[in-house]
């Protein structure tokens, strides 16, 4: 990485104008990689990073939100600003949504359909340009490694899937600056947040963007002048922005059923079961998270055939580690990913001498991640807010310190969230073979009582919401409604939560978006 191709507007070594043909806001997950993509396509960016080259949190940048509601953790803690932004701390897993997000009979299947088709067509060619190369196996894998286990949970209604997480080393995306070829087509600036644009009127009555002044909170400024613009800051930030063109465009640009921010919503989790004691050890052998080619492979179970109106959703084990050398692993891996030093004492190092040990020879031998003997074991569900147009985000007239309108977002776990979530554990925990046997018993948890405090799981979507009805805030193509040159890449374009993590059907869809305007070269 060279920090020296990057440009702080800070410093005041930036020019007061750039020309280019692609500008892209953010510098997180969409914007790196979308940029990279149009580079190894001959395309010159500009990318504008509201952040530096470390991500730091919304409140320490004064992008933090006013709740009219619940907090939304999901635009606190789950939200980086940076290069790398989000993927600076987030756990890597790439998960692609599937034939399971097409069985709900719900208002948007033929969007779905779209994106599970559009997603399947990129996949592998986004995993490669992340670097794994290796067969798309992601139901064949767990059929492969455990037949009978496998075959018994088919038999019961639960399919299992697996997971691609990625290593620590290649987590944060701002290690794809290391291309040369990419630097070259690419130019970023950093501490510039996107303040002012410019717009006339385009073809057919539609909005052109001619302009876009970037700031620091010193004050700085940048003008980008560019054919196409491309925002790619994040489901939350993404759909301020367009709030507030919306605002200076006088509020012609939306539909008043699709306003950006309308249908905000995550996955919901709750924990739903105890793995029984005598069963561990056997769920660790069964189910416990392998390496291969320094990829973490964990599993994941979905119902094989929803319900009429059930929403979408997975479960997966989470194996609660409680000893010392997890702990500083995690930290240190942690750190590395951040790009920050660790933050542990000798007394804590010392303490997690023998457990470093044990996981590094379980990684190194075994290709296994260590989990000690004995360790409790939990079944987490996973479910998808419905969408609701009171779970919505709106400018408020507080000023941040750049000038901006502040975002107030109205959010809340609803009562028929909790009725769906409470259905939804009901129903797999009756179709799971509880009988012992080549399958671990499952102990369930008194949903009842644990359901008053489900958390949502950092995955926000709906924002940005894609399709072609009255309630779609871009297109098909990521392209903003009403507008010429002007398109969005976040995971706010996908209606719902659907059965998977949404960084992987985003990665794909920007993929398909830099092969569209290499097309129109």
């Known amino acids: ?41 001959g395309i010159d960016s500009v ?25 939304y953790p999901g635009s606190l803690v789950g939200r980086f600003f940076g ?41 592998r060619s986004v995993l490669s340009s992340l670097g794994y190369e290796r067969d798309l196996d992601f139901e064949e894998y767990p059929r492969q490694l455990h037949p009978v286990a496998y075959a018994k949970l088919a038999q019961a209604g639960i399919d299992v899937h697996s997971n691609l997480i990625m290593p620590f080393r290649r987590k944060n995306f701002s290690r794809l600056w290391g291309d040369i070829s990419f630097l070259q087509r690419s130019k970023l600036f950093l501490n510039a947040t996107a303040k002012t644009w410019t717009l006339t009127s385009g073809r057919g009555g539609s909005l052109l963007v001619t302009g876009l002044e970037s700031i620091s909170r010193s004050g700085k400024s940048i003008n980008v002048l560019a054919h196409r613009y491309i925002i790619a800051a994040g489901a939350i930030e993404s759909a301020r922005i367009l709030l507030e063109i919306d605002r200076a465009s006088g509020k012609k640009m939306f539909n008043p059923k699709a306003m950006p921010g309308r249908f905000l919503a995550d996955h919901i989790s709750l924990p739903i079961a105890e793995v029984a004691r005598e ?32 929403p979408r959703g997975f479960c997966h084990l989470i194996f609660e580690q409680d000893n ?14 951040a790009r920050r030093l660790p933050d542990l004492s000798v007394v804590e190092l010392l303490r997690g001498a023998n457990g470093l040990s044990a996981l590094a020879y379980s990684r190194l031998f075994r290709s296994r991640l260590h989990i000690p003997n004995d360790t409790p074991v939990r079944l987490q569900l996973d479910i998808e807010q419905m969408p609701f147009s009171g779970n919505c985000m709106n400018l408020s007239e507080e000023i941040d310190a750049y000038g901006r309108p ?51 799981s950092y995955h ?11 309630n779609a805030v871009v297109d098909f193509g990521l392209k903003v409604v009403n507008t010429e040159n002007l398109w969005s890449v976040s995971t706010g374009v996908l209606p719902t939560a659907g059965t998977a993590n949404p960084t992987l059907t985003m990665l794909c869809l920007a993929q398909e978006l830099a092969d569209r305007f290499s097309r129109r070269l």
């Open 1 to 41: 990485m060279k920090y020296w191709d990057w440009i702080d507007l800070d410093s005041g070594a930036a020019p007061a104008n750039v020309q280019t043909d692609v500008c892209i806001v953010g510098a997180g997950a969409a914007g790196t990689f979308l940029a990279r993509e149009l580079a190894s396509r």
């Open 47 to 71: 990318i504008l990073e509201a952040g530096g080259t470390t991500a730091v949190s919304g409140k320490l940048m004064g992008f933090d939100p006013i709740f009219g509601r619940d907090p």
């Open 83 to 123: 290069v790398g932004g989000s993927t600076s701390h987030w756990g890597g897993a790439l998960v692609p949504h599937s034939r399971h997000d097409l069985q709900a009979c719900d208002a948007y299947k033929s969007t779905w359909e779209i994106i599970v088709k559009r997603a399947n067509g990129q996949v």
């Open 279 to 310: 069963d561990r050890d056997k769920t660790r052998e069964l189910f416990g998270p392998r390496f291969v080619d320094g990829w973490m492979r964990s599993f994941r179970f979905l119902i094989s055939s929803p319900t009429s109106g059930e």
């Open 324 to 337: 010392p050398g997890f702990k500083v692993a995690k930290e240190f891996v942690g750190a590395l990913q």
């Open 406 to 456: 502040r975002v107030k977002v109205d959010w809340s776990i609803g009562e028929g969230d909790i009725q769906s979530m409470a259905a939804a554990a009901k129903r797999v925990l009756s179709l799971w073979p509880n009988h012992g046997g080549d399958l671990p018993r499952l102990n369930p948890l008194d949903v009842a009582q644990g359901i008053i405090k489900p958390y949502d």
């Open 460 to 470: 926000p979507v709906g924002t940005c919401c894609m399709g072609d009805g009255d």
